[in-house]
């Protein structure tokens, strides 16, 4: 048996590669690939070559990178963390043959894999399959942006996602896939208001597609606009809380300046090019701002006996069971073929194409 997976070889070299299949051992199973969703921002950061893991080394034990070999030099055979897969085989009981789940295995078109080692999440019958490509990582990457706003208000007596922006005024930059499914998550939550800003037309036409408000930063400064609008009390105007999506320094120097005094930043992004236009000798210094990491490598300190990623894919679930028949319709630009991986990871690294979120099937 073979597998077709998708490998990056070099920078803007992408191929779509036959190896042979794992064997089906005593207590692993088999996934043929259903669906793959495609991660705009890490995986095109191995195709660019912009990852730091490919030119330095993570040391694990400090959290440090530092000079030496490339932690994933190339070949990336190993790439994406949105795929939901039918079993297809089983030797194991904890995995029935014919279960449709979500997991992490990268874009491939099948997978062996060993229940102990991985995640597999089930997905229920009344769920879209194609949908499950966010319920094992990306869902959870907003719901930790959530959990994060949460943790800031409450420490680490966080009881729900909707304790960090329940009744509050929340500003989401970008508006990316990261983006619009935290945006939705804070509307579902209970936030009084979410305002979606970012600069391209087509973006804002999906975040209001999906009923969500919008501003275009190259119109108004939304700071001026947030901040008359949204008033506490004397000299105290701005977002509660803020969540950048967007990886581009200018997206957090205006995240921070969107804030009312003492709110916080929840920072979502991923700063391939670092931020040198992010200036913190101004509102973020006379405002006595907060900048938190929102990392899905981990919830907040304190949180992970109560809120681990089996929790924060069920909440995804319920969001999509909410939005599900929106995100499908709006956020879901490109459905094609894994055959045709390569020429769209690159058309898309080298900007010739332009999609929201790309699914690949098979």
């Known amino acids: 048996m073979r597998d077709r997976v998708v490998v990056v070889s070099g920078p803007g070299r992408v191929e779509l590669v036959e ?8 207590g692993t199973f088999r996934v043929e690939t259903l669906f ?19 030119h330095v080394t993570w040391d694990t034990a400090l ?28 030797r194991t009981p ?18 062996v894999a060993d229940p102990v080692a991985e995640r597999f999440v089930p997905l229920p019958d009344d769920l879209d399959p194609l949908l499950g490509v966010y319920v094992a990582h990306m869902g959870p990457i907003c719901a930790n942006g959530l959990l994060h706003a949460a943790a800031d208000l409450c420490g680490t007596d966080v009881r729900t996602l909707g304790d960090g ?28 208001s979410v305002v979606v800003v970012d600069p391209t037309p087509a973006r804002r036409q999906v975040a209001e597609a999906l009923g969500l408000e919008t501003l275009d930063p190259e119109a108004d400064d939304p700071a001026v606009v947030l901040k ?15 969540f950048q999506c967007r990886g581009q320094d200018w997206a957090l120097q205006l995240a921070l300046r969107l804030l ?45 006996p109560t809120w681990d990623r089996e929790r924060l894919s069920a909440e995804t679930v319920e969001l999509l069971r909410q939005y599900g028949d ?6 879901v630009s490109e459905v094609a073929p894994l055959d045709e991986a390569p020429t769209l990871l690159t058309d898309l690294a080298e900007r010739r194409r332009s999609e929201l979120q790309v699914v690949l099937t098979g």
């Not at 904890?94 to 997978?111: F, K, Q």
């Open 19 to 26: 190896q042979d299949a794992a064997e089906l051992r005593e």
């Open 36 to 54: 793959s969703g495609v991660s705009a921002g890490t995986e095109l950061s191995y195709v660019k070559g912009t990852n730091p893991y490919l």
């Open 63 to 90: 959290g440090l990178f530092r000079p030496g070999e490339a932690s994933t030099p190339y070949p990336v055979t190993r790439l994406g963390y949105m795929q939901v897969g039918r079993v297809v085989e089983s």
């Open 94 to 111: 904890a995995v029935e043959v014919g279960t449709v789940g979500a997991m992490t295995y990268g874009h491939r078109s099948g997978w």
């Open 165 to 192: 922006v329940r009744g509050r005024r929340v500003a989401v930059v970008g508006s990316g896939v990261v983006a619009l499914l935290t945006a939705l998550f804070a509307r579902r939550h209970g936030a009084a």
């Open 228 to 242: 008359t609008r949204w008033n506490h009390a004397a000299g105290d105007r701005g977002a509660d809380v803020v």
């Open 260 to 304: 009312r005094p003492q709110g916080t930043v929840i920072d979502l992004a991923f700063y391939q090019g670092g931020a040198d236009a992010v200036r913190l000798g101004e509102e973020f210094h006379h405002n006595g701002l907060s900048l938190r990491c929102a990392q899905i490598g981990r919830v907040p300190r304190g949180l992970a």
């Open 326 to 331: 929106l995100v499908r319709k709006h956020v």
